[in-house]
T-cell receptor, first 116, second 113 residues
Framework: AQTVTQSQPEMSVQEAETVTLSCTYD???????LFWYKQPPSRQMILVIR??????QNATENRFSVNFQKAAKSFSLKISDSQLGDTAMYFC?????????????FGQGTRLTINP | DTGVSQNPRHKITKRGQNVTFRCDPI?????LYWYRQTLGQGPEFLTY????????KSRLLSDRFSAERPKGSFSTLEIQRTEQGDSAMYLC???????????FGPGTRLTVL
């Protein structure tokens, strides 16, 4: 079975600081995608960034970047120059690439608060 | 641009009643997913449709749950004889292709009294 673990239930930083959220996963598959989703308070889930496991280069999206360590099965998210609007629950998720459902397996989330 | 929509946004019901939720995916997306999210947890997969075919169901989806996607457009999730343990946020997501990015709706929050 595939599992995703986020070991930091809550984090808090000051605006403009850099913060890193941790995620580890467990799978015997070699072909998969990893995702970070953001869920602001009372708002819907938004995709932040996606990483294909076959790519060695770490994905980046503006202020968001990942550190993908395939051998260690680690997938952390770095948020640079954090903004108040980054306050949200962040979920790490995993998807196996097989025919049929490409269902997402989520971690338990990290509640991130950006303080002014 | 219309994203994924879900109705109703909130539903309060008494134990034993039946409830039905609706999801309208992004129009060109042929893949539709249902997830359940309980308080403080990440979403858990319930079921998946490719067009009108239901291709996978989680063991979380007991026989009281049924989902349909007639004509491959909107989808409905029905829960019969609701129990207090069914209280959760029910999320719908859609995607356009194999391993495509999944776009989520705002969810339907169900409270069973």
């Amino acid at each position: 079975a595939q599992t995703v673990t986020q070991s930091q239930p809550e984090m808090s930083v000051q605006e403009a600081e850099t913060v890193t959220l941790s995620c580890t996963y467990d799978t015997s598959e070699s072909n998969y995608y990893l995702f970070w989703y953001k869920q602001p308070p009372s708002r819907q889930m938004i995709l932040v960034i996606r990483q294909e496991a076959y790519k060695q280069q770490n994905a980046t999206e503006n202020r968001f970047s990942v550190n993908f360590q395939k051998a260690a099965k680690s997938f952390s998210l770095k948020i640079s120059d954090s903004q108040l609007g980054d306050t949200a629950m962040y979920f790490c998720a995993f998807m196996i690439l097989i025919q049929g459902a490409q269902k997402l397996v989520f971690g338990q989330g990290t509640r991130l608060t950006i303080n002014p | 641009d219309t994203g994924v929509s879900q109705n109703p946004r909130h539903k309060i019901t008494k134990r034993g009643q039946n409830v039905t939720f609706r999801c309208d995916p992004i129009s060109e997306h042929n893949r539709l997913y249902w997830y359940r999210q309980t308080l403080g947890q990440g979403p858990e997969f319930l079921t998946y449709f490719q067009n009108e075919a239901q291709l996978e169901k989680s063991r979380l989806l007991s026989d009281r749950f049924s989902a349909e996607r007639p004509k491959g457009s909107f989808s409905t999730l029905e829960i019969q004889r609701t129990e207090q343990g069914d209280s959760a946020m029910y999320l719908c997501a859609s995607s356009s292709d194999f391993a495509g990015k999944q776009f989520f709706g705002p969810g339907t929050r169900l409270t069973v009294l």
